[in-house]
C-alpha cells in the first residue's frame, strides 16, 4: 500500500520560513516524479513545485519561484519543501503527490497517482 505522509507545517510569521518533508512507502520512490501542491481557503488546489527522478530537474509555480526550493533525497524516500520569505498569501494545506508517468504536464493534478493527507501551513501578518 503506497502513503505519502507530509510533516513540517505550522504556523509562522510573515517573512519566516518553514520545511515540509514528505515521506513515501509502499513504491519504488527513485521511479517516481514528485510535487508539491497547496489548496488555500475557498480556492482550488494548485501547482507548487516539482521535481524529477534523479532530482535534477525542478519546477515551480511563479509564484514561489525565488523563495521556494523542492528536493530529494531517494535513499531515505523523502521530499522536501523549503519555504523561505513566507507570506500570508502562501497560507494552505499543502500536499506532495507521486507521479511515474513521462508526461510534460508536471504541473497538472490529474497526471499525480498517490497523494498525501496534507499539511496546514498558516503564515501571519
Known amino acids: 500500500q503506497v502513503q505519502l505522509v507530509e510533516s513540517g507545517g505550522g504556523l509562522v510569521q510573515a517573512g519566516g520560513s518553514l520545511r515540509l518533508s514528505c515521506a513515501a512507502s509502499?513504491?519504488?520512490?527513485?521511479?517516481?516524479?514528485m510535487g508539491w501542491f497547496r489548496q488555500a481557503p475557498g480556492k482550488d488546489r494548485e501547482f507548487v513545485a516539482a521535481?524529477?527522478?534523479?532530482?535534477?530537474?525542478?519546477y515551480y509555480a511563479d509564484s514561489v519561484k525565488g523563495r521556494f526550493t523542492i528536493s530529494r533525497d531517494n535513499a531515505k524516500s523523502t521530499v522536501f519543501l523549503q519555504m523561505n520569505s513566507l507570506k500570508p498569501a502562501d497560507t494552505a494545506v499543502y500536499y506532495c503527490?507521486?507521479?511515474?508517468?513521462?508526461?510534460?504536464?508536471?504541473?497538472?493534478?490529474?497526471?499525480?497517482?498517490?497523494w498525501g493527507q496534507g499539511t496546514q501551513v498558516t503564515v501571519s501578518s
Open positions: 521535481i524529477s527522478r534523479s532530482g535534477g530537474i525542478k
Open positions: 509502499g513504491l519504488t520512490f527513485s521511479n517516481y516524479r
Open positions: 503527490a507521486a507521479n511515474n508517468d513521462y508526461s510534460v504536464r508536471y504541473y497538472s493534478q490529474s497526471v499525480y497517482l498517490y
